[in-house]
DNA sequence: CCAAGAAACATGAATTTTCATATAAATCTT
DNA sequence: AAGATTTATATGAAAATTCATGTTTCTTGG
């Protein structure tokens, strides 16, 4: 009923949106990172096996958004992880300019089981947390995103607070 | 009504929680953090402000929890913003082993300025959003992290998934 | 009080990441 | 069809991050 009273010796920080977001971000998958280092992978590099599960054969900009990794990291994760022999990559016959990224069957194989990990994983989670499926957490998370991405309510002139700066900051 | 159905060949990645908690916080945090940039800082700087004006201070260990980030990092961190001026460590009286980082006054003055625009930055974006105030994806989080945070449903025995591996991923 | 252990930070080398820019291949322009 | 642009990826140097471990300072049991 009186949630919404912002109380001004509150602290800023665990109240702030964007840090509940990287918090619950980072505590959630502190586990199942924990288990992909164990399979001999790094972060980013799960990243873009489970990416590729989805869309094998995507070149590196697509792969670079999917994963959310710069563009010039992922080549180079790529480099590595196809001279570990978890991907190849060859560049499009129709687009020379163009690297398409591949799991190789060794790579796909521990895509796959890390998959299988993550789904197992994230229904505990689920299960444990509200009993639920998380239909309402994750559409809640999707609407969020689509909304940010979309029209990010900033380009426009109904964003004020980031184009100012310290000259209104006191007053 | 037919959410939880989960086809088998929907994407894993853009239906996986530990994606969409990842990419909710990126998308959310990119326009401000560019502007935290357009301030002469660099995100986790901006972090260790943030937590200095909700536990000015606080030692170096306390602060990389309440920061999220690793202690030696940290410790290079702070060490950079002193030589910037934006903060002080002194070192405990009572205990020589502590480093205590306090915002100077030209820190805090940066800090309660990004503070501020970080506020008025949230709440555009819940107001645009939802049209509310965020009690409820705030109190989701927060209930999300606590439920993590405590018994993280993974030390006892009821987890099963992440313990197994390779022998029975296909079976 | 002393030795052993723990706690809090710092440090260094190896590795990653970033950022700007180079290279190369398409596409467009006229 | 040559030159200008744009797109896609790679590269290199500087900077940041990681991980293991070192140093210093407390704490505790005997």
């Not at 199942?32 to 799960?46: A, D, Y």
């Not at 096996?49 to 994963?67: F, K, P, Q």
């Not at 020379?96 to 990224?101: D, E, K, L």
């Not at 197992?120 to 239909?135: I, M, N, Q, R, V």
Request: include cysteine; glycine fraction near 6%.
């Amino acid at each position: 009923m009186n949630k919404t009273i912002e109380n001004p010796n509150d602290p800023f920080v665990p109240n702030y949106l964007l840090y509940l977001l990287a918090a619950a971000s980072e505590a959630a998958s502190a586990r199942f990172h924990s288990h992909v280092r164990t399979r001999g992978l790094r972060v980013p590099e799960w990243r873009v096996m489970a990416c590729l599960t989805d869309t094998d054969g995507s070149m590196v900009t697509e792969l670079a958004r999917y994963a959310m990794i710069e563009q010039s990291r992922l080549t180079k994760i790529i480099i590595q992880m196809d001279a570990r022999g978890l991907v190849s990559r060859r560049s499009d016959p129709k687009d020379g300019r163009r690297v398409r990224v591949f799991l190789t069957p060794q790579g796909r194989t521990l895509a796959d089981e890390l998959v299988a990990d993550a789904r197992a994983h994230e229904l505990e989670l689920l299960k444990s947390f509200h009993g639920g499926d998380g239909t309402e957490i994750k559409d809640t998370l999707r609407a969020l995103i689509r909304h940010l991405e979309s029209d990010q309510s900033g380009q426009g002139d109904n964003t004020v607070s980031l184009a100012r700066n310290a000259e209104t900051a006191d007053s």
